[in-house]
């Protein structure tokens, strides 16, 4: 008996040992710039995927498994508003911070009908690039323009503010309170066809809006996301 606990401990041992020398890999997969850059620890491209800004001191964690990296163009100047594109890449696809990269939360696509079909989000083939810049995200694919708001919540709807009033079609007349003005900015991705008969075209933020993705110049961060397939598995 005591003859097999030894040989289990000594199992035990050498497995745990295996595991640390195993550890998974990690490396960078996407640079914003300098200061600013994307982990992936995993194998296979798949994993928990860290943000790091080392001028601010900032070291978060987007993904703690699963994530994939994006394949399509990635062009992402933006600081303040950092969105982090999956591989299935449509506006539910998307990791989102605020606060330079603090703190993340998912982001969603509007409940209209953005698609020519009447889809609220688009099939993955059709995706094309996804481009933030001034706090404001752009995914261009074949058939449509999805956005976020400007980045920045209409006064009018935020504490103490008056409300926005609008007229419904029968004339009955109904504030859009404070507190209850529903999407917030930078979570929420839209087309201009999905903003059509919502509420939400009565605020600043959703008012505007381009036609085409901003032209961005002299960016110095990656156009793609970047990752070793074979990383971890030695020869």
């Known amino acids: 008996m005591n ?3 030894k040989s289990s401990a000594i199992l035990l041992m050498l497995t745990v040992t295996g595991c640390q020398a195993k550890q998974a890999p990690t490396q960078v997969v996407y640079r914003f710039d300098d200061h600013r850059y994307l982990e992936l620890t995993g194998y296979d491209c798949e994993g928990a995927l860290w943000y790091t800004d080392s001028q601010r001191g900032i070291h978060s964690q987007v993904a703690f498994q699963f994530y994939r990296i994006f394949t399509e163009t990635y062009i992402h100047p933006s600081e303040k508003y950092i969105a982090i594109p999956w591989w299935h890449s449509g506006p539910g696809g998307l990791s989102a911070s605020k606060d ?3 703190t993340w939360q998912p982001v969603g696509a509007s409940p209209g009908p953005n698609e020519p079909n009447g889809d609220n989000a688009p ?3 059709d995706v094309i690039s996804f481009t933030v810049v001034n706090d404001q995200g752009f995914l261009l694919t074949k058939k449509s323009l999805y956005m976020s ?3 920045f919540e209409d006064p009018r709807v935020q504490p103490g503010g008056p409300g926005i009033p609008h007229t419904l079609q029968d004339g009955q007349v109904q504030v859009i309170k404070p507190g209850s003005d529903g999407w917030k900015w930078g979570m929420v991705y839209s087309t201009k066809r999905g903003l059509v008969d919502t509420v939400q075209i009565l605020k600043t933020n959703w008012q ?3 036609d085409k993705v ?3 110049n002299n960016y110095k961060g990656w156009d793609h996301m970047r990752c070793d397939m074979n990383a971890g598995k030695g020869k």
């Open 100 to 102: 330079y990269g603090k």
């Open 208 to 210: 505007g809006l381009p």
């Open 123 to 125: 099939p993955q083939e």
């Open 214 to 216: 901003p032209e961005v």
């Open 3 to 5: 003859g097999l606990i």
């Open 149 to 151: 708001s400007k980045p």
